[in-house]
């Protein structure tokens, strides 16, 4: 395995297991007060947009060639980085 491929593996998991975190929000945004849910979905909307984002950015590197695809990877650290603390930053809001 490339570490192209490693790298892409790598990622895709971290994303994968975001959006398994962005749905336990959402589950517990079921169970909150009206006023409550309200807050947790417009964060929720937010953090799945982030993680659209972050899943674009590593479709290019897919794309790329083995060459090309390092000149990416730091605008997918970032955007991976930055989903991860939000996740963070709201499951402990909304605890």
């Not at 990622?11 to 169970?31: G, V």
């Not at 970032?78 to 996740?87: C, E, P, Q, R, Y």
Request: proline letters at 0%; hydrophobic letters at 35%; zero cysteines.
């Amino acid at each position: 395995m490339s570490k192209k491929e490693a790298y892409e593996k790598k990622q895709q998991a971290q994303l994968d297991e975001i959006s398994a975190e962005i749905d336990k929000l959402k589950a517990k945004a079921s169970k909150a007060e009206a006023s409550a849910e309200i807050e947790y979905h417009k964060k929720i909307d937010e953090l799945r947009d982030q993680r659209d984002a972050a899943q674009a950015k590593l479709e290019k590197i897919k794309a790329s060639t083995e060459e090309a695809w390092e000149d990416l990877k730091t605008g997918v650290d970032s955007a991976v980085d930055s989903l991860g603390k939000s996740i963070k930053s709201a499951a402990s809001r909304f605890d």
